[in-house]
């Protein structure tokens, strides 16, 4: 089995990190797997220092990001956010979560005709925080399913703020 990418750079599987030893690790890794130390030898050695140099990064990418970390922790506990699977995919929000993003898309259309779009966007932001803490509250807590549900409502209003954005 695959390494994650927490074991890949040295870190204990949970959203708190160390910054500072998050990047040490990963400058450290990224140094002593990097392509030009096999610069000499043949091509499957290449190949495996590119593989494992690519693998680095990402985990890399992956875990100095907050969301990202929530994302990726939720997705080794079984649930990947990017598949619409039943059974391990991102869950199923209720419709009365729904109908509550057509009455944000609609804020959108009434605030932009208002010229109010900056107050919408810091309210619609404030919502999009307060879902990422809760995921990572749920997550702290083990309740990665609950976890999940708070990131998919985090992505919904990510989407909204981009489209808010296209508008300014």
Same mark, same amino acid.
Request: cysteine-free; hydrophobic content about 40%.
């Given at each position: 089995?695959?390494m994650? /990418?927490?074991e890949r750079?040295?870190?204990?599987?949970q959203?708190?990190l160390d910054?500072?030893?998050?990047e040490?690790?990963?400058?450290?890794?990224?140094?002593a797997a /990097?392509p030009?130390?096999?610069a000499?030898?043949?091509?499957?050695a290449?190949?495996?220092?590119?593989?494992a140099?690519?693998a680095?990064?990402e985990?890399y990418r992956?875990?100095r990001d907050?969301?990202?970390?929530?994302?990726?922790?939720?997705k080794?506990a079984?649930?990947?956010?990017?598949s619409?699977?039943?059974d391990?995919g991102?869950?199923?929000?209720?419709?009365?979560?729904?109908i509550?993003?057509?009455?944000?898309?609609?804020?959108?259309?009434e605030?932009?005709a208002g010229g109010?779009l900056?107050a919408?966007?810091?309210?619609?932001?404030a919502?999009?925080?307060?879902a990422l803490?809760?995921?990572v509250?749920?997550i702290d807590?083990g309740d /990665?399913?609950?976890?999940?549900? /708070?990131?998919?409502?985090?992505r919904?209003?990510q989407r909204?703020?981009?489209?808010?954005?296209e508008?300014?």
């Open positions: 089995m695959d994650d /990418h927490f750079l040295g870190q204990p599987a959203h708190a910054r500072d030893a998050l040490h690790a990963y400058l450290q890794r990224a140094a /990097h030009d130390k096999v000499q030898d043949d091509a499957s290449k190949r495996a220092a590119m593989e140099s690519a680095i990064n985990a992956t875990l907050p969301v990202k970390r929530a994302e990726y922790l939720v080794l079984g649930r990947d956010l990017d619409s699977d039943p391990s991102a869950p199923q929000m209720p419709q009365s979560f729904l509550e993003m057509i009455e944000h898309r609609e804020r959108v259309a605030a932009q109010s900056d919408l966007r810091d309210d619609i932001e919502q999009e925080s307060d803490s809760a995921a509250s749920a807590g /990665h399913e609950a976890a999940a549900r /708070h990131l998919v409502v985090r919904y209003l909204l703020l981009d489209e808010i954005d508008l300014d």
